[in-house]
């Protein structure tokens, strides 16, 4: 029989956590639901004389009785709390209001050409940051929690001005997409303590002018999913990979679809949702950990490490040897050429991405282009904000197999703004499994910021790894 969270905090109460002891100031438990009599003794032992906006909330926690001490002492929670503790527009967001504080911020420091690394960016501290939203700007001050890492802001790290995004400012603050919560409001549309995703810069607090407020989604918070999700599953890679295969691809069930970096934030969605649809599906990546994970994790029929591949043709005739209908392109390059030689008559290739490309200078031939007009095959390059009206229906749709475990997804977590520079440069190295996200600050609704996730070891003190996450 499994312990309850009652016994394991009485456990830890005896052995672990004490009065005036630096894991009381850090941890606190609130528990309901098993001894409702106890809550007042428990809140008087935890918060005597420290501060309640450090609190954690435990919900639904059983240990096995097989863990020894050792790993008793060493337990991993995640909370999705559904108890507030401090009201919305808590205490703490209210005094931060008016306050100049020092904003940390990843900034460019000039265009580069070549492969990115990690000092083009630097971590800085900013000028002091009034955290305050000027009366008649219709702007907002946002504290930042998470920050998405994409391969297409590597195209902005160039000095070039002919694409769908403006490049970004040496010297400044790197933008991107982000999930944020509101510390100050001039918006009417927009309040304090509202979460919001869209987006932000790579620091710790921004100032988002009006001419970018109406581009932010307000965030209904729903407990059965991570907020970080907001930036990948429910974000631009999310609404990428649906609109992409169901819109420019056009599946039919029985259709053989092929998906190039299969593994990243886009991919992995696009090979469970061809599955849904009653696909045969194939998937490429850079690693057999990765190729493993597309089979037994993700669903994929097949899966192949293309870094193994000496001829790129025949392994694709290999997993295909009847062809191709659908080719999901993330790379371009030498795949997209490989896959033009095994379509399918009348088949579709949705161009998603070009990191294969990233930093060619060079002229690259196409040797597979007739393949177009034999087969009359359809290419089509798309961008996810062409299909804006689709978003209501994509998170509908999105949610509702998330939660019923039809689909599942993988999250690379960095933790603190200043890992964000590796953690971008390692994007194009294939060092990410998954979703690559920087943690800034994570948030428990209406709390106050916090940690995401503590490990409690011997000493009553708690911190955060850098981890791959499945939820």
Known sequence: MARSVWDLLLNWWENIISPGSSATKLLGFAFMEKKPSHHDEILKHIYDGHDMKNIVVLRHCTVPNSLNDEQSNHIQLKQHTEREVEPEGSKMEIDLVGKTVENKQIILKGYTDGSPLETDMELKVGDGLKLEAPKGSNAIVVKNLYLSCDPYMRGRMRDFHGSYLPPFSPGSAIEGFGVSKVVDSDDPNLKRGDLVSGFTNWEEYSIIHKTKTGQLRKIEQDDGIPLSYHVGLLGMPGFTAYVGFYEVCGPKKGDYVYVSAASGAVGQLVGQLAKLHGCYVVGS???????????????????????????????????????????????????????????????????????????????????????????????????????????????????????????????????????????????????????????????????????????????????????????
């Open 285 to 471: 990546a850079g690693t057999s950990k990765k190729v493993e994970l597309l089979k037994n994790k993700l669903g994929f029929d097949e899966a192949f490490n293309y870094k193994q591949e000496l001829d790129l043709e025949a392994a694709l005739m290999r997993y295909f040897p009847q062809g191709i209908d659908i080719y999901f392109d993330n790379v371009g390059g030498a795949m997209l050429d490989a896959a033009l030689a095994n379509m399918r008559i009348h088949g579709r290739v949705a161009v998603c991405g070009m990191v294969s490309q990233t930093n060619r200078t060079d002229t690259q031939t196409f040797r597979n282009m007739f393949s177009v007009i034999s087969k009359r095959v359809t290419i089509k390059g798309f961008l996810q904000s062409d299909f804006v009206h689709l978003y209501p229906r994509f998170l509908e749709d999105i949610k509702g197999w998330y939660k019923q475990g039809k689909i599942v997804y993988l999250e690379d977590m960095n933790d603190g703004l200043e890992t964000a520079p590796a953690a971008f440069v390692g994007l194009f190295s294939g060092k990410n499994v998954g979703k690559q996200v920087i943690c800034v600050a994570s948030e428990l609704p209406g709390k106050g910021w916090s940690l995401t996730t503590q490990e409690i070891d011997a000493n009553g003190g708690q911190h955060r790894s850098n981890q791959q996450r499945q939820v």
